[in-house]
């Protein structure tokens, strides 16, 4: 019943690793979004696909790159990490062709890089 | 430069009062604002729209308040209960790309 689901909830990793994190939505939203929150609680878009299109791309290291295979998911990899990742990431849907929008979140992950 | 910015000050209040939640921009044209609440651990949740030609919206026991000349909306909660402590986001988009600009939240505590 899970609205927008996003894997894993938990990540900890050392420096210069290489991660994923997984999103799925099940709302039939034709948009996704990629949100950093850092540890002064401001919420920072990443990315933004519709239809599997990328649509927003604001100012991040290209260490970051979004994937979209289908318009129900939205994964993000991190190549190298560096301790300023560090952050909750969310993952959030809407549906632009309706004009709804009300973003949906999912319940975050959040990355601790040592 | 283009700001967002709400109550820094986490709020304290009283049970049963109502409580007031700013939130100010700069250098914006919003076509509409929005309101979310974020508990601990959890993503932010959907509370309320307002769109730029609207003054006033309610629902349940929550009001925006929607005033373009000074660049401010207004988010009360009446009747508050403890289960209102959370954190209160606002939120505006300004154009067709959907790209939602957001305040820093501010912490709402309703003290039994």
């Known amino acids: 019943d899970t609205a927008v689901s996003q894997t894993p909830k938990y990540l900890v990793t050392q420096m210069g690793n290489d991660k994923s994190i997984k999103c799925e939505q099940n709302?039939?939203?034709?948009?996704m979004y990629w949100y950093k929150q850092d540890s002064k609680k401001f919420l920072k878009i990443m990315f933004s696909y519709n239809n599997k299109e990328l649509i927003i791309n604001e100012t991040v290291p290209n260490r970051f790159s979004p994937k979209s295979p289908d318009k129900a998911h939205l994964n993000l990899h991190i190549n190298s990490l560096e301790l300023g990742d560090s952050a909750v990431y969310f993952c959030?849907?809407?549906?632009?062709?309706?004009?709804?929008?009300?973003?949906?979140f999912g319940p975050g992950t959040r990355l601790l890089v040592l | 430069s283009q700001k967002i910015e709400q109550n820094s000050e986490a709020l304290n209040i009283q049970e049963g009062k109502t409580a007031t939640l700013t939130c100010n921009y700069t250098n914006y044209s919003p076509a509409y604002l929005q309101w979310y609440r974020q508990d601990p651990g959890r993503g932010p949740v959907f509370l309320l729209l307002?769109?730029?030609n609207e003054k006033e919206k309610r629902k349940e026991r929550l009001k925006v308040t929607f005033d373009t000349t000074l660049k401010q909306s207004l988010f009360h909660i009446t009747a508050s209960q403890p289960a209102d402590s959370a954190t209160y986001l606002c939120?505006?988009?300004?154009?067709?790309?959907?790209?939602?600009?957001w305040g820093l939240g501010t912490s709402l505590a309703v003290n039994p």
């Open positions: 939120a505006l988009s300004t154009g067709n790309n959907r790209k939602l600009i």
């Open positions: 709302l039939g939203h034709d948009t």
């Open positions: 959030a849907s809407d549906e632009k062709t309706r004009g709804t929008e009300t973003q949906y």
């Open positions: 307002i769109r730029e």
